[in-house]
T-cell receptor, first 110, second 112 residues
Framework: QQPVQSPQAVILREGEDAVINCSSS?????VHWYRQKHGEAPVFLMI?????EQKGHEKISASFNEKKQQSSLYLTASQLSYSGTYFC???????????FGQGTRLTINP | DSGVTQTPKHLITATGQRVTLRCSPR?????VYWYQQSLDQGLQFLIQ???????AKGNILERFSAQQFPDLHSELNLSSLELGDSALYFC???????????FGPGTRLTVL
């Protein structure tokens, strides 16, 4: 039931783009994205509901492909502040709980 | 500051002991969630309460229990502690089910 995130880790230079993927084997009701910096609590980025909508948050946006049960998080022109571990969380249709993936560690170098 | 408070910040105890972690949600939030995060691991969902009622259960051990009180604060009780229970325990709250969750700073539990 746990969603699968890829890649597990990525290292970028400042200004480069990144894509983080999240996939589920079950039909999804919603996908949630959070970022956690080292030693801190996770911080909410966005929620996507089924319907294929795309959302944006500054230079961070995400899409939800309902047919493939996949979501992708896009980080454009990455900044040093984007470093951290990104978690996707999924709610399966008919279920109550939000289950997080294992996370993707993003490192942005100057 | 998310508005969610957790106490204590750090807790060091011995195997076999029992501890209680406390969480106060953001003002107005009815849902409280508990997560366990071991070193460099993901967020393992433990349990959710909504307005005093248990709403969803995750991989919570039988040695662990939780409750949400009428004032909406929540407590997570961990008993017969084992070395493997050492982890960061987060509480989060949201206004409704499946909404944006606001995480507290966490309680770091060390079992020696």
């Amino acid at each position: 039931q746990q969603p699968v995130q890829s890649p597990q880790a990525v290292i970028l230079r400042e200004g480069e783009d990144a894509v983080i993927n999240c996939s589920s084997s079950k039909a999804l009701y919603s996908v949630h994205w959070y970022r956690q910096k080292h030693g801190e609590a996770p911080v909410f980025l966005m929620i996507l509901l089924k319907g294929g909508e795309q959302k944006g948050h500054e230079k961070i946006s995400a899409s939800f492909n309902e047919k493939k049960q996949q979501s992708s998080l896009y980080l454009t022109a990455s900044q040093l502040s984007y470093s951290g571990t990104y978690f996707c969380g999924t709610v399966i249709q008919g279920a109550q709980k939000l289950v997080f993936g294992q996370g993707t560690r993003l490192t942005i170098n100057p | 500051d998310s508005g969610v408070t957790q106490t204590p910040k750090h807790l060091i105890t011995a195997t076999g002991q029992r501890v209680t972690l406390r969480c106060s949600p953001r003002s107005g939030d009815l849902s409280v969630y508990w997560y366990q995060q071991s070193l460099d691991q993901g967020l393992q969902f433990l349990i959710q309460y909504y307005n005093g009622e248990e709403r969803a259960k995750g991989n919570i051990l039988e040695r662990f229990s939780a409750q949400q009180f009428p004032d909406l604060h929540s407590e997570l009780n961990l008993s017969s502690l084992e070395l493997g229970d050492s982890a960061l325990y987060f509480c989060a709250s949201s206004a409704q089910n499946h909404n944006e969750q606001f995480f507290g700073p966490g309680t770091r539990l060390t079992v020696l």
